[in-house]
T-cell receptor
Framework: NAGVTQTPKFQVLKTGQSMTLQCAQDMNHEYMSWYRQDPGMGLRLIHYSVGAGITDQGEVPNGYNVSRSTTEDFPLRLLSAAPSQTSVYFC???????????????FGPGTRLTVL | AQSVTQLDSHVSVSEGTPVLLRCNYSSSYSPSLFWYVQHPNKGLQLLLKYTSAATLVKGINGFEAEFKKSETSFHLTKPSAHMSDAAEYFCVAAGSDSWGKLQFGAGTQVVVTP
């Protein structure tokens, strides 16, 4: 298994440009999510999906869009990049679980995005 | 609302000495709790998880954590630090919603000196 893969690893954008961060997993996990990591703030949830065709917002969704047409893929779109979106982005996936016995999340290697 | 507090933003230890990383959570129920490690420029790797079975949880690389409900704590320990333990560590709790949304602590940076 390749696990969770992300492309690209690095990206530089100019303000106002759009782009898509790719995420794929080959573990047949129902749940997938996108986080951003900023210094001193841990990871914050952007969007998540509990299955193909089902997505929802996390705590910092503004400026980002997602879709989930297949179980394997969960792309993140930046609609009009802003310097505040400079961050490291992580995609993650896991099997569904139940309260008190949630399964671990598997994280991708991350995408370092700089917006000038 | 659930929250996770890591009590130390930086911890410095000498190689061969014990490591203690402190984590408190606030929740109205017993959550699923995790410790993840992140080495520089890498993704997050699971060290261990607690899911309401044994309160003392053993993980990879000699780490273990103890769940104490009365203290709402889930501290991470290792008896003897190795240079390769230098990394950032995150305490994470699974949320109260049906999806199990994760709540991350702010992280603890561990420095290991020779």
């Amino acid at each position: 298994n390749a696990g969770v893969t992300q492309t690209p690893k690095f990206q530089v954008l100019k303000t106002g440009q759009s782009m898509t961060l790719q995420c794929a997993q080959d573990m047949n996990h129902e749940y997938m999510s996108w986080y951003r990591q900023d210094p001193g703030m841990g990871l914050r949830l952007i969007h998540y999906s509990v299955g193909a065709g089902i997505t929802d917002q996390g705590e910092v969704p503004n400026g980002y869009n997602v879709s989930r047409s297949t179980t394997e893929d969960f792309p993140l779109r930046l609609l009009s990049a802003a310097p505040s979106q400079t961050s490291v982005y992580f995609c993650a996936s896991r099997l569904a679980g139940v309260r008190g016995a949630y399964n671990e999340q598997f994280f991708g290697p991350g995408t370092r995005l700089t917006v000038l | 609302a659930q929250s996770v507090t890591q009590l130390d933003s930086h911890v410095s230890v000498s190689e061969g000495t014990p490591v203690l990383l402190r984590c408190n959570y606030s929740s109205s129920y017993s959550p699923s709790l995790f410790w993840y490690v992140q080495h520089p420029n890498k993704g997050l790797q699971l060290l261990l998880k607690y899911t309401s079975a044994a309160t003392l949880v053993k993980g990879i690389n000699g780490f273990e954590a103890e769940f104490k409900k009365s203290e709402t704590s889930f501290h991470l320990t290792k008896p003897s630090a190795h240079m390769s333990d230098a990394a950032e560590y995150f305490c994470v709790a699974a949320g109260s919603d049906s999806w199990g949304k994760l709540q991350f602590g702010a992280g603890t940076q561990v420095v290991v000196t020779p």
